[in-house]
């Protein structure tokens, strides 16, 4: 999901935010049904990236269409009520899930949100299509850039993961890390040269932008790192 965010924002640019939101939830359902029936770890871990695709495409293209069905003046508080149905799902999610692995198995958790998805898909169905200016896909849309900042992405949290249990000087992990420096650079290089960019780096120049930005990192951080290890203190409790 983190490695393609920024890619299909720009192809939601390039082939409209109603479409990639309709196929987003398409490739949500069909993962969360793969999850749920996944007869091996490997099957579960393909459909697992098959769902972080679905939620690149549907965050890529949700804030997007907020904005665009709200005059300028309502776009904070819309963009707000739509931050707030976020939340009040992070607070529901882990309670439900709880209760459903608790009285049907780990399964359902994936099992139980293909009916959600369903209706999602037949509501985006019916929705009227608000859409910028539609670009030539072939001309307008950074390929390259899109899979060197993903493969960039991928080679560092491999490489991290790997680490642990590997060493920093183990071949793999050098080799990941290598890789994913390279993809990178060439990501910079790339955005650089083309018209239309995934990202304007001179945004980065811009000192409101930046600080925003590791603001949000770091709070990001400090919540994954609570639900990360709450888990391991509930289920060791006495």
């Known amino acids: ?17 109603t479409r990639i939101l309709f196929w987003g939830l398409v490739g949500s359902a069909v993962a969360f049904l793969a999850c749920g029936l ?31 069905a709200t005059p300028p003046e309502m776009r904070g508080r819309a963009l707000g009520v739509f931050q707030m149905g976020a939340a009040i799902g992070f607070a529901l999610g882990p309670l439900i899930g709880g209760i459903l692995v ?5 399964r359902a958790v994936y099992l ?15 929705q009227p299509r608000l859409e910028l200016k539609q670009l030539p896909l072939l001309q307008e849309f950074d390929i390259v850039g899109t899979f060197t900042l993903a493969g960039s992405v991928t080679g560092f ?31 910079l290089a790339t955005e650089r040269r083309v018209s239309a960019p995934i990202i304007d780096l001179s945004f980065f120049r811009r000192p409101a932008f930046v600080v925003a930005n590791l603001l949000n990192l770091m709070a990001n951080c400090a919540m994954f790192a609570i639900w990360l290890l709450v888990p391991y203190y509930i289920v060791n409790l006495p």
Do not use: K
């Not at 999901?1 to 935010?17: N, T």
């Open 38 to 68: 996944a007869p091996t770890f490997s099957f579960f871990l393909g459909a697992r990236i098959l769902q972080g695709i679905g939620v690149a495409f549907i965050l890529a293209a949700a804030p997007a269409l907020v904005t665009l």
């Open 112 to 126: 139980f949100r293909v009916a959600p998805a369903m209706v999602l898909i037949l509501l985006a169905m019916r």
């Open 1 to 17: 999901y983190a490695s393609f965010l920024l890619g299909c924002g720009r192809l939601a640019d390039v082939l409209g935010h």
């Open 157 to 187: 949290l491999l490489a991290l993961n790997r680490s642990r249990e590997l060493g920093w000087s183990s071949p793999v992990v050098l080799a990941l890390l290598i890789g994913a420096v390279g993809c990178f650079a060439s990501f």
């Open 102 to 106: 608790d009285w049907f198995g780990w």
